[in-house]
Nanobody
Framework: QVQLVESGGGLVQAGGSLRLSCAASGRTFSTYMAWFRQALWKEREFVAAISWSTGSTAYEESVKGRFTVSRDNAKITVNLQMNSLTPEDTAVYYC?????????????????WGQGTQVTVAS
């Protein structure tokens, strides 16, 4: 089992920044870590992913150039730096861990999930 705990959510004004963190514990074997988000009345959507081994990343189109995903292998932590936030970024953000050998943009590719952290961007 892998336990994931997110932190860093909150309320921010449009144009502002937030940094989310996800700490992994337990049986920490995984290949990719990802961030998903789910806005009210909408389906959960992929935001970004990173490979533990290579550090290669993938981003959803609307966050490219604004969000940066990074990992700290020693601390077994994944971060999501979010800049230039807009009200459309308002959602619950989830950290997820995958054991697949290739990056997945589908929630089906991730077996382990955190409890989520709320991000609210005020206009």
């Amino acid at each position: 089992q892998v336990q994931l705990v997110e932190s860093g959510g909150g309320l921010v004004q449009a144009g502002g920044s937030l940094r989310l963190s996800c700490a992994a514990s337990g049986r920490t074997f995984s290949t990719y870590m990802a961030w998903f988000r789910q806005a009210l009345w909408k389906e959960r959507e992929f935001v970004a992913a990173i490979s533990w081994s290579t550090g290669s990343t993938a981003y959803e189109e609307s966050v490219k150039g604004r969000f940066t995903v990074s990992r700290d292998n020693a601390k077994i932590t994944v971060n999501l730096q979010m800049n230039s936030l807009t009200p459309e970024d308002t959602a619950v953000y989830y950290c997820a861990a995958s054991t697949w050998t290739t990056v997945s943009r589908s929630s089906r590719g991730y077996a382990y999930w955190g409890q989520g952290t709320q991000v609210t961007v005020a206009s």
